[in-house]
């Protein structure tokens, strides 16, 4: 069992939920950029692990274009080196559009956090020798103005049903990859890992969320962050 394995059962398993309004359109990038994705879990995934950094879900302009967590394309083409066809989600938000490789737009949050990686460590496979990065649930959620609409805003039967697969998914993930910390990316990736978790010796921590949308990461996130992962006992 691998990484990939994990990542295409888990698609599979998604592949039957359906969700009502405001849910409007759900992108799997899973399914249709599963070719950069491979080559993101295949050449970085590799057992054991220091830490495994958790994020929420995609971005539109990230993990939904490239396949890869957090995955701002200048990053992922650049500085690890992946580049691979992506098709097309079905029932694409004409605002929101999946282009790939070829997206002209800039992930703020992958920005910083693959930014702050790339600063601190000069080629990826210092980082990814003692780190690596997750997405807790895979799928972008769009209301019918192309509004992105996070996993806890989703119906509590949905997230009930959400929830239930990818906690599994992470469990398993956590399982071969043997950190002995996970980091949630932002209150809610903490928490899940939390529940997720909660029969792996494992420790679990957080780090603040980059988005642009949280007003405490536009006022220093690396600094921020490079104290609590010093505070968690990571040296970054």
């Not at 997750?134 to 949905?158: H, I, M, Q, V």
């Amino acid at each position: 069992m691998g990484l990939l394995k994990i990542a295409d059962d888990l698609a599979a398993e998604l592949a039957g939920l359906t969700f009502a309004p405001p849910v409007a359109h759900v992108y799997n990038p899973l399914v249709y950029a599963r070719a950069p994705l491979r080559q993101y879990l295949e050449r970085f995934g590799a057992p054991p692990k220091e830490a495994v950094f958790v994020g929420m879900n995609p971005g539109p302009w990230g993990m939904a274009q490239t396949g890869v967590p957090f995955g701002e394309v200048g990053f992922v083409r650049n500085w690890m080196g992946i580049e691979a066809e992506v098709t097309r989600p079905a029932g694409e938000h004409p605002k929101k559009r999946v282009t790939g490789f070829a997206c002209r737009r800039s992930e703020v949050s992958g920005k910083r956090l693959w930014g702050l990686a790339a600063e601190r460590f000069e080629a990826p496979k210092q980082f990814f020798d003692r780190f690596f990065v997750l997405n807790y649930c895979p799928l972008l959620f769009l209301d019918a103005d192309g509004r992105n609409l996070t996993p806890d805003k989703l119906k509590a039967s949905e997230q009930a049903a959400l929830q239930e697969r990818c906690d599994r998914a992470l469990y398993r993930s956590i399982e071969f990859l043997k950190p002995r910390l996970v980091i949630g990316v932002g209150n809610f990736a903490e928490a899940r890992a939390r529940e997720a978790l909660s029969g792996l010796d494992v420790s679990i921590g957080r780090i603040l969320h980059p988005s642009p949308q949280n007003p405490q990461a536009n006022k220093g996130w690396r600094e921020i962050v490079l104290a609590q992962l010093a505070e968690l006992g990571v040296a970054f």
